[in-house]
Nanobody, 125 residues
Framework: VQLQASGGGLVQAGGSLRLSCVVS????????VGWFRQAPGKDREFVAV????????SYADSVKGRFTISRDNAKNTVYLQMNSLKVEDTAVYYC???????????????????WGQGTLVTVSS
């Protein structure tokens, strides 16, 4: 299984970016996929997750209402649409494959078994 994250870049505050995560391997639709981020000098933190079956979602409070996670099972791809970006959203964003079916547990990185390489998002003031 491999995950390939892309779509990062430099954007001004208030702008938008869309991240993509392509997941190789079988049974993509059965697994949750989450996004995490790590800012310089900080711990990695949960951003959003979309479940496999049913497509339930969950967001960190810091991004709720600004970010939208979605998945296209035909393309084995998960998207993270990021709007109204803030300077504090600057981080390396990672996607990962989740092995739980409960949104509450999917906020914890221990429930993810494969991780992508990360894509850098820089928001300037």
């Amino acid at each position: 299984v491999q995950l390939q994250a892309s779509g990062g870049g430099l954007v001004q505050a208030g702008g938008s970016l869309r991240l993509s995560c392509v997941v190789s391997g079988r049974s993509f639709n059965m697994y949750a996929v989450g996004w995490f981020r790590q800012a310089p000098g900080k711990d990695r933190e949960f951003v959003a997750v979309v479940l496999g079956s049913g497509g339930g979602t969950s967001y960190a409070d810091s991004v709720k209402g600004r970010f939208t996670i979605s998945r296209d099972n035909a393309k084995n791809t998960v998207y993270l649409q990021m709007n109204s970006l803030k300077v504090e959203d600057t981080a390396v964003y990672y996607c990962a494959r989740g092995v739980s079916s409960t949104v509450a547990t999917m906020r914890l990185d221990a429930w993810y078994d494969y991780w992508g390489q990360g894509t850098l998002v820089t928001v300037s003031s």
